[in-house]
């Protein structure tokens, strides 16, 4: 049973950093492509950053390439979305997912396991 836990969000004001983990239990977390995505009030939930299971290949929103950075580490099982110069419009709950395929999606279908979500809330 795949169990993900998200933190690191909060309230800041625009242009601060945050880092958000997702930490996993009962089961390895190599195994496993994971993504970020996010969503704001009235929203559909949207792809943000993903990374496959080596970590070898990361992909971006194409809006947010160059703000956000996915990484992972293994032995601490955990995965970690590093935010920089956050927008107002960045506001939103942020959710990990999991997936046992190897290919990495930016669809939420294609991800069968989920964290309950971290506020993100960036005032101007």
């Known amino acids: 049973q795949v169990q993900l836990v998200e933190s690191g969000g909060g309230v800041v004001q625009a242009g601060a950093s945050l880092r958000l983990s997702c930490a996993a239990s009962?089961?390895?977390?190599?195994?496993?492509?994971m993504a970020w995505f996010r969503q704001a009030p009235g929203n559909e939930r949207e792809f943000v950053a993903g990374?496959?299971?080596?970590?070898?290949?990361?992909d971006y929103a194409d809006s947010l390439k160059g703000r956000f950075t996915v990484s992972r580490d293994t032995a601490k099982n955990t995965a970690y979305l590093h935010m920089n110069n956050l927008k107002p419009e960045d506001t939103a709950v942020y959710y990990c997912?999991?997936?046992?395929?190897?290919?990495?999606?930016?669809?939420?279908?294609?991800?069968?396991?989920w964290g309950q979500g971290t506020q993100v809330t960036v005032s101007s």
């Open positions: 009962g089961v390895t977390l190599s195994s496993y492509t």
């Open positions: 990374i496959s299971k080596s970590g070898g290949t990361t």
């Open positions: 997912a999991a997936t046992a395929n190897s290919l990495l999606y930016r669809s939420k279908w294609n991800y069968g396991y």
